[in-house]
């Protein structure tokens, strides 16, 4: 997809934890580490956290942040992690952020993410976005056709509604929904966001 809803993306993550008052934040599936590049230039956030599970991407990060072994930084750490489980977790995190990432997760282990996420590190945001089915045509992609052969599944606006209204009513959660990119009176917007936040 375009570089343009990219950086809507990010602004509109960027935003999003800037409104909140977090001060620490945890980039879930951080990839090369754009998302934390964006918010190192934030003094507000006094910490951030990148984890992903492929080890060669975890390398493109730090290299891209100029981390390594004598240049350290108390504000950014990226670590090899997987979130169907909380062991990356060293201290309270008040934000995640799933960046397109959930529809890189096999459906079948979905839950495995939300109970270690939403049940045991139970940040008081959590922002997940992903693309809107219904918007593929608009892109130009025949039915049936996902955005990334890394996809597992691409759900429309009413199947990611469900699944984050089941989420937040598990664990005490309230959850609001965002149109990030050009909005089609018929499809919606590219990317849908959700923002959880923690009520209990």
Request: aromatic share 6%; with cysteine.
């Amino acid at each position: 997809m375009s570089t343009a809803l990219h950086h809507l993306r990010l602004d509109a993550v960027v935003s999003a934890l800037l409104a909140s008052g977090v001060h620490t934040v945890a980039d879930l599936g951080c990839g090369d580490g754009e998302l934390m590049l964006r918010l190192r230039e934030q003094p507000e956030f006094e910490r951030v956290l990148g984890i992903d599970i492929d080890p060669r991407v975890i390398q493109n990060a730090k290299q891209r942040l100029g981390l390594d072994l004598f240049s350290t930084n108390s504000r950014l750490q990226v670590r090899l992690g997987s979130f169907e489980n909380a062991d990356w977790v060293e201290s309270a995190v008040e934000a995640a952020v799933l960046l397109e990432t959930i529809e890189h997760i096999e459906p079948g282990r979905l839950s495995r993410v939300e109970q270690a996420l939403f049940g045991q590190v139970q940040p008081k945001l959590v922002l997940v976005t992903t693309p809107n089915k219904e918007y593929n045509v608009l892109h130009g992609m025949a039915a049936g056709q996902k955005r990334h052969p890394g996809h597992r599944f691409e759900w429309t606006r009413a199947q990611f509604q469900s699944w984050a209204n089941g989420v937040a009513a598990r664990h005490a959660y309230g959850v609001t929904f965002t149109d990030i990119g050009p909005l089609d009176p018929h499809c919606g917007s590219s990317t849908q966001m959700a923002s959880f936040s923690l009520t209990a």
